[in-house]
């Protein structure tokens, strides 16, 4: 029942970087064939070699494949027509391309939230959208969407971002129902703030509040959240989280997602009421950090008044 890596095809979308980038070497150290798909060329290239360098055979492809998979739907499915002649059919989908803009619903633009939308959800409708014709027609296939913790929970600053990011799940929850008797698995990945390219540049304009309740899990390493990733899509696991406040979170979403095993339905029936409890406390300490700092503001706003 898991994928066989070896000698399978994976198209990572965003793998010239970050996550995306772990998770096309953690796939490339198993075996597999790769095509990453992004836009930036130079980046492209970059990655691709030091993917090549954990290679374990002779045989093994890197391709790139430079495309902005949020635009126009026509151009992503040509793209991987392309992938599919050099390389076969694709045997895992990874949609990783994505990105973040924090700030207050007052102060982000509205084309940020159309911004978003596009590149974190419909860039991961239409590269899905082009593989899984085949996939269920071969019985066989993986779809990996990356979601993120602020796609289980809403929180200051994100209000573009996480509505981007539930929006995976309701197309993944939808989607697997659909494609389950063909054998065909989805996997939603809910990382936490992790170390990467892409974090660095969402910090550079993150509110204080939105820093200081994200800080409530710690920073992980995007090898660290590749490895869980890869390993749950293998499985063919519907969740994909990491770390204890990973754990909690998904249990405590859970709601009609689909469930892989015995075991993680009745951990889900038996814990639901403690992290439900666990939860408020921590709902209660982001209120006051956002009522702080608010009194923050004013303090400093009136000092500066004043002065
Ligand atoms: N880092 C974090 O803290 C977390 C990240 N995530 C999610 O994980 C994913 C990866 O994040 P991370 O590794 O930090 O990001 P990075 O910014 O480091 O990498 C993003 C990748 O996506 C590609 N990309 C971005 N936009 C497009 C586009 N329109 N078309 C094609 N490729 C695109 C980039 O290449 P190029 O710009 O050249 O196109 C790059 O390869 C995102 O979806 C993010 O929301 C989730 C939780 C936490
Ligand atoms: C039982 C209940 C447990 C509750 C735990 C609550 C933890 C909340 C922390 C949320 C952190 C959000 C990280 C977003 C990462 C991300 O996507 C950005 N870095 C964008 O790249």
Known sequence: KPLTLPGAHVVVTGGSSGIGKCIAIECYKQGAFITLVARNEDKLLQAKKEIEMHSINDKQVVLCISVDVSQDYNQVENVIKQAQEKLGPVDMLVNCAGMAVSGKFEDLEVSTFERLMSINYLGSVYPSRAVITTMKERRVGRIVFVSSQAGQLGLFGFTAYSASKFAIRGLAEALQMEVKPYN??????????????????????????????SETTSVCKPEQVAKQIVKDAIQGNFNSSLGSDGYMLSALTCGMAPVTSITEGLQQVVTMGLFRTIALFYLGSFDSIVRRCMMQREKSENADKTA
């Open 184 to 213: 065909v698995y989805i996997t939603v990945a809910y990382p936490p703030d992790t170390d990467t390219p892409g974090f660095a540049e969402e910090n550079r304009t993150k509110p204080l509040e939105t820093r200081l309740i």
